[in-house]
């Protein structure tokens, strides 16, 4: 499965990580959009975005998008937090062949996970509300922690569909609750109260999550 670019996309990754770990300035702004970058080849080499892959692609570019933007001067984070909205809704998108047949199940997950989000967002809206800077933030993340959570709530369903390998299901469902985790830990460091280290546990479960996603859709569709 072209090993060279998966192997690159994992070395920029740890890259990345050590980078936030150790704060260095310049591997930070080569490797975060690097990671991406190559994990969009590797995805692309694999089968050519054929079927449904083509929307968990375009999610790719998307959240590159997103990297560059969120790695600009502040005035540039409302674009950065549009490219990484689009991003989930196409990720839904794609998982939209999960909703084949409903089983009551689903009605558990939908209660866990949004229980969930809108417990955390009464902590961080509530920390928003607050503060002067933030309060004109409060509708985008209240609606982009609805999105995330239904991003979350897609890939959890693919648990329970005979069609999904555990193999693959079990990727993209880590990969959404990763990707939910990191933006949970942004929004919280940035709107609520700052933590040490925050940056590094962002991009670690940030860009395992895109790459488990990415891993379990290509198994699926690609496989």
């Given at each position: 499965?072209?090993?060279?670019?998966?192997?690159?996309?994992?070395?920029?990754?740890?890259?990345?990580?050590?980078?936030r770990w150790r704060d260095?300035?310049?591997?930070?702004?080569?490797?975060?959009?690097?990671?991406?970058?190559?994990?969009?080849?590797?995805?692309?080499?694999?089968?050519?975005?054929?079927?449904?892959?083509?929307?968990?692609?375009?999610?790719?570019?998307?959240?590159?998008?997103?990297?560059?933007?969120?790695?600009?001067?502040?005035?540039?984070?409302?674009?950065?937090?549009?490219?990484?909205?689009?991003?989930?809704?196409l990720y839904i998108v794609?998982?939209?062949?999960?909703?084949?047949?409903?089983?009551?199940?689903?009605?558990?997950?939908?209660?866990?996970?949004?229980?969930?989000?809108?417990?955390?967002?009464?902590?961080?809206?509530?920390?928003?509300?607050?503060?002067?800077?933030?309060?004109?933030?409060?509708?985008?993340?209240?609606f982009y922690g609805i999105?995330?959570?239904?991003?979350?709530?897609?890939?959890?369903?693919?648990?329970?569909?005979?069609?999904?390998?555990?193999?693959?299901?079990?990727?993209?469902?880590?990969?959404?609750?990763?990707?939910?985790?990191?933006?949970?830990?942004?929004?919280?460091?940035?709107?609520?109260?700052?933590?040490?280290?925050?940056?590094?546990?962002?991009?670690?479960?940030?860009?395992?999550?895109?790459?488990?996603?990415?891993?379990?859709?290509?198994?699926?569709?690609?496989?």
């Open positions: 499965m072209h090993p060279f670019w998966f192997g690159l996309t994992l070395a920029l990754a740890v890259t990345e990580w050590l980078s260095w300035k310049w591997p930070h702004y080569i490797a975060k959009p690097g990671a991406m970058l190559a994990l969009i080849i590797w995805s692309w080499q694999v089968c050519h975005w054929q079927g449904g892959m083509l929307w968990f692609g375009l999610a790719l570019i998307l959240s590159l998008a997103g990297d560059v933007l969120l790695m600009l001067p502040e005035r540039y984070f409302l674009m950065g937090l549009g490219s990484f909205l689009s991003a989930h809704f794609g998982l939209r062949s999960v909703y084949s047949s409903f089983q009551p199940v689903y009605m558990l997950v939908f209660v866990v996970v949004f229980t969930a989000i809108i417990l955390y967002l009464r902590v961080v809206l509530s920390a928003m509300a607050g503060n002067p800077s933030g309060q004109k933030m409060r509708i985008p993340v209240m999105v995330i959570g239904s991003m979350l709530f897609s890939a959890s369903l693919t648990l329970f569909q005979p069609a999904w390998s555990h193999y693959a299901a079990g990727l993209v469902a880590f990969g959404a609750l990763s990707f939910c985790v990191s933006d949970s830990l942004l929004a919280y460091d940035r709107f609520v109260r700052r933590f040490s280290n925050a940056q590094f546990w962002v991009m670690l479960t940030y860009l395992s999550g895109q790459i488990a996603i990415i891993g379990g859709a290509l198994f699926h569709f690609c496989g």
